[in-house]
Nanobody
Framework: EVQLVESGGGSVQAGGSLRLSCASS????????MAWFRQAPGKEREGVAA????????WYADSVKGRFTVSQDNRDRTLGLQMNDLKPEETGMYYC??????????????????WGQGTQVTVSS
């Protein structure tokens, strides 16, 4: 079993920045792929960014390219997300997810084995 714990959420004004972190524990050797998802009230969970551990592979939603940067620590399976130039429509709960394989497409939430409880991000205009 793997446990994921997110941190770093908060409230910022539009154009501001936040950095999220996701710490893993348990059978972290099972983790091959990790991603950040977000969910706004009344909307579906959407993939934001993802990494394959042990490689340079990263993936981003088109809406965040150039503004968000995903990072990884391969040793302890931690995941980071630097978010710059945040927009009000990006308000929501941000979740860390992990998979034992490589989800295809990576944006499909149902393909992930483990989820954190989420951290709230609020962007005001």
């Amino acid at each position: 079993e793997v446990q994921l714990v997110e941190s770093g959420g908060g409230s910022v004004q539009a154009g501001g920045s936040l950095r999220l972190s996701c710490a893993s524990s348990g059978l972290i050797g099972d983790i091959y792929f990790m991603a950040w998802f977000r969910q706004a009230p009344g909307k579906e969970r959407e993939g934001v960014a993802a990494v394959t551990f042990g490689s340079a592979g990263t993936w981003y939603a088109d809406s965040v390219k150039g503004r968000f940067t995903v990072s990884q620590d391969n040793r302890d399976r931690t995941l980071g997300l630097q978010m710059n130039d945040l927009k009000p429509e990006e308000t929501g709960m941000y979740y860390c997810a992990a998979s034992r394989s490589g989800p295809r497409p990576w944006t499909k939430a149902s393909l992930y084995n483990y989820w954190g409880q989420g951290t709230q991000v609020t962007v005001s205009s």
